[in-house]
C-alpha cells in the first residue's frame, strides 16, 4: 500500500519537493561547513584563498587556516605543508581591499605576478593583450580580503603581511573576534577602498 501511494505522486510535486530538497541541501553544506570549524562558539578555522605574504602558496590557492589556542599559534596549510604564526608575533588582522596585475603567457602552464596595489570595489578580472600577443594582463580584486600583520620571527622592528581571501566570509568575523580573543589583538580595522577622482582643497 505504501509502495502504490508513493507511484501516484506527480510529476509536478516530485518537481517542487525536489527544488525544496536542494534549497535545503544548499543551506546544509554552507551549515555544515561552519559548524565543521566551530566548537564552543568559538570560530577555530577558516578555508581560504591565498593572494600573498605566505611563502610557498601561489595566488588564490585553497588553504585550510587555524586557530590552535593550546600551542597559541595560528597554522596555515598548504598541500599538507603547515607553517606556524606563534600568538606573539601577530600585531593586527584588517578586512582591506587588495588588487594585483598579474601577467600570464599565452601558454597556461607559465603566469607571474608582476605588480599590486590596494584598491578595488568589486572582485573582477580583467584581461588585456600586450602589443607582443604573447602574454596577457590580469587584474584580479577582492573588496574584503583578510590581512594578518605579523613580526617576522626575531625582528619585532619589521611587519609583514599574510592576505588571504576567506571562502565563507561571514566566518571570517567569528574567526577574527576568536583569534582576538585567545592572543589578545586590538579590533580589526576596516579599510573601505579610496573614490577616484579630483581631490578638491
Partial sequence: MILERKSKFSLSSQAVRGKINHHLWEKVIILGIKDFFKISGDQWGLPSDHLEGLGGASLQERIRVFTDKNSEW???????????????QIVQVNFIPWEKTITKALNPLAEGIVGGLIGGETMAVVSAIDAKG????????????????YHPKGDFRTVKSIILDPVVKSMAKEWVETLRKYANLPEPRYITPQPKGPTYL
Fill in 74 to 88: 595560528v597554522e596555515f596549510e598548504v598541500q599538507k605543508n603547515k607553517t606556524i604564526l606563534p600568538f606573539s
Fill in 134 to 149: 604573447r602574454t596577457r594582463a590580469e587584474k584580479v580584486k577582492v573588496p574584503h580580503a583578510l590581512e594578518i600583520q
